[in-house]
């Protein structure tokens, strides 16, 4: 089994930065299928961005060239920095990942972007 626990989340206003923390229950190289989602009132999670064990990312065109997934393969975290904020990335994000083919979430974490 995995823990995955987020962390990180807040209010800011427009244009302004968060980085995300997503800490595992066991070492993170272990760990495949790595990415973020959010998620808002009535609507599906969406994909946000994943990364692979080689350092490989991918970002939803909503996203691109405003936040940057990492992951400390070494340790046991993942993380998401977001850059420029817009109200529309007003969401909870959560972590996966996947571990002996099962996919594991954390509980969320809320970020409200608002003036």
């Known amino acids: 089994q995995v823990q995955l626990v987020e962390s990180g989340g807040g209010l800011v206003q427009p244009g302004e930065s968060l980085k995300l923390s997503c800490a595992t229950s066991?070492?993170?190289?272990?760990?495949?299928?790595m990415g973020w989602y959010r998620q808002t009132p009535g609507n599906q999670r969406e994909w946000v961005a994943s990364?692979?064990?080689?350092?490989?990312?991918a970002y939803a065109d909503s996203v691109k060239g405003r936040f940057a997934i990492s992951r400390d393969n070494a340790g046991d975290r993942m993380y998401l920095q977001m850059n420029s904020l817009k109200p529309e990335d007003t969401a909870v994000y959560y972590c996966?990942?996947?571990?002996?083919?099962?996919?594991?979430w954390g509980q969320g974490t809320q970020v409200t972007v608002s003036s």
């Open positions: 996966k990942g996947v571990f002996r083919n099962r996919e594991y």
């Open positions: 066991r070492s993170i190289a272990a760990i495949t299928g």
């Open positions: 990364i692979v064990i080689g350092g490989a990312t």
